[in-house]
C-alpha cells in the first residue's frame, strides 16, 4: 500500500510532462514555441457531411437489334443514355427524368435520334391536407422506315416534338378529395419524305392542345373510393386543313364516372366509364361523340413480382398522313416483372389497340408481345436480352409485322 502513494506524485508528474498543459513549461505555453500540429491547423473535421441537393443516377445502354419485318431484315445499333435526379424535402419533391434512343440505321453512317423524352415532376404540401404540383415534359420521335404501322412509301418518317406543362391543386374535405388541374401542350409535326423523293409538308397538322379538369372523390371505405371527373379541351391548329378546306379547330368535354379499390400495398384496381364530345368550330365537320372506356390494375403479391394491366380510350386530331376529322382509339396492355434473385429478372409484356377514324372509312388495329431478361454482372453493369414481335393491319397499308431480337449492355452508377 505504502508503494502505491509513492509512486502517484511519480504517475501525475509523467502526465505533465505529455504537456497536457498544467506546467508553465508545457510547449504550448512557451514563446514563439508552436505545436507540429496545431488543433486548428485543418478544419475538415469540423465540417458537415456532404448531402447534395438531388440524389443523382444514370445509365448508357449499347444495342444492338435485328429486325425481320415486311419492309426486309435490318440491323440497327442503338446507343440509349438516360439520367434521373431526385429531391424529396420535409414538404417537397422535384424529380427530373431524361432518357434519348440515338440509333446508327442498317447500312447508313449517319447516327439518328429516334426518341427523347424529357419530364420534370414537383409537388409541394401547403398542409397536411392540400398538395400542389407542377410537371413540364417535352418528347421528340421519329420511328425509322419499315417500323409496323408506318406507311410502306415513307422513306423519312415526320418527326414529331410535343411538349407542355401542367399544374394542379388537390385538397382533401374529410372523406372528400377534390383535384382541380390546367394543362398546355404544343405538338409538331416535321415533313415526310416518300420513297418516290416528294416532300409532304404536316405543318397543317401543328397545334394546340389547352385542358382543364376536375375531379372529385369520396372514400366510402377504407378501401373503396367512388369518383366523378370532368374535364374540357380546347385543340387550335395553326393553318387549315388542305384536306377538309377548314380549320379542324375543336373544343372537347368529357364526363366520367368510376371506383377505385386500394389493398394496401397488394393491389390496387381503377375502372371508369364515360362519355366524350368533341365539337368542331367548323359547322361542315359536325360533332363527334365518343364512349370512354378506362381500367387500370397494379398487382405486387410480393417484392419479386409485380404485374399490370390497363385499358384506355383516347380521341385526338388523326395526325399525318391519316384521313377523318378525329381518331379514337381503344389500347389495352399488360406487363409482368419477375426478380428471380439479385442478379437475374425477367418480364414480358403485351399490347393491342384498334382505332377507327370519323369522317372516313379507314380504320387500323395491332397487337404485340415481347419477353426479355437483365443479367446483372456486378453492381454496375448488366447484360439485356429481348425479343418482341408487332402486328399491324390498316386499311391503308394493309398488314406489316416485324420480329425484333436486340442483345445489349447496360452500364449504370
Known amino acids: 500500500m505504502c508503494a502505491l502513494w509513492l509512486a502517484m506524485p511519480a504517475l501525475a508528474a509523467s502526465d505533465h510532462s505529455l504537456g497536457e498543459g498544467s506546467d508553465a513549461d508545457n510547449e504550448r505555453l ?14 475538415d473535421w469540423l465540417r458537415e457531411p456532404y448531402d447534395p441537393f438531388f440524389d443523382v443516377d444514370w445509365s448508357v445502354a449499347l444495342r444492338g ?30 424529380n427530373f427524368d431524361g432518357t434519348a434512343e440515338l440509333v446508327r440505321p442498317s447500312g447508313g453512317n449517319s447516327v439518328e435520334i429516334e426518341t427523347l423524352r424529357l419530364g420534370l415532376k414537383t409537388g409541394y404540401d401547403l398542409d397536411s391536407v392540400t398538395r400542389l404540383t407542377g410537371n413540364a415534359n417535352l418528347s421528340l420521335s421519329k420511328p425509322i422506315p419499315g417500323t409496323p404501322g408506318l406507311a410502306s412509301n415513307v422513306a423519312i418518317a415526320s418527326q414529331v416534338t410535343s411538349g407542355g406543362v401542367d399544374v394542379g391543386v388537390t385538397r382533401q374535405f374529410g372523406k372528400f378529395n377534390v383535384a382541380v388541374t390546367g394543362a398546355a401542350q404544343r405538338n409538331l409535326y416535321g415533313p415526310t419524305t416518300r420513297t418516290d423523293g416528294s416532300v409532304y409538308d404536316n405543318s397543317e397538322e401543328n397545334y394546340w392542345a389547352l385542358d382543364a379538369g376536375l375531379r372529385v372523390g369520396f372514400q366510402v371505405t377504407p378501401i373503396f373510393e367512388v369518383f366523378g371527373q370532368a374535364g374540357l379541351g380546347r385543340d ?11 380549320r379542324a379547330d375543336a373544343t372537347d368535354t368529357s364526363l366520367r364516372g368510376g371506383v377505385t379499390g386500394r389493398w394496401n400495398d397488394t393491389l390496387e384496381a381503377t375502372a371508369s366509364a364515360g362519355l366524350q364530345l368533341r365539337r368542331f368550330d367548323a359547322t361542315s365537320l359536325g360533332e363527334v361523340v365518343t364512349q370512354l372506356y378506362d381500367a387500370r390494375l397494379t398487382y405486387t403479391p410480393d417484392p419479386t413480382w409485380r404485374m399490370t394491366a390497363g385499358f384506355a380510350t383516347v380521341v385526338a386530331p388523326p395526325g399525318p398522313n391519316a384521313n377523318g376529322i378525329a381518331r379514337v382509339n381503344y389500347t389495352a396492355s399488360a ?30 388495329s395491332g397487337y404485340g408481345f415481347g419477353a426479355g431478361a437483365d443479367y446483372k454482372v456486378n453492381a454496375h453493369t448488366a447484360l439485356t436480352a429481348d425479343y418482341d414481335y ?22 449504370s452508377r
Open 30 to 43: 512557451l514563446p514563439d514555441v508552436y505545436p507540429t500540429d496545431p488543433v486548428l491547423a485543418n478544419g
Open 65 to 94: 437489334t435485328y429486325s425481320r419485318a415486311t419492309a426486309g431484315e435490318r440491323f440497327d445499333v442503338r446507343l440509349v443514355p438516360s439520367v434521373g435526379l431526385e429531391h424529396i424535402g420535409t414538404r417537397s419533391a422535384i
Open 236 to 246: 387550335i391548329f395553326d393553318l387549315p386543313s388542305s384536306a377538309l378546306l377548314v
Open 335 to 364: 406487363e409482368v416483372g419477375y426478380t428471380v434473385n439479385s442478379w437475374l429478372a425477367l418480364r414480358a409484356l403485351a399490347d393491342w389497340y384498334t382505332a377507327r377514324f370519323e369522317g372516313s372509312a379507314n380504320v387500323e
Open 390 to 411: 408487332d402486328r399491324t393491319d390498316s386499311t391503308s397499308d394493309g398488314i406489316q409485322d416485324a420480329h425484333r431480337v436486340t442483345l445489349g449492355v447496360t452500364i
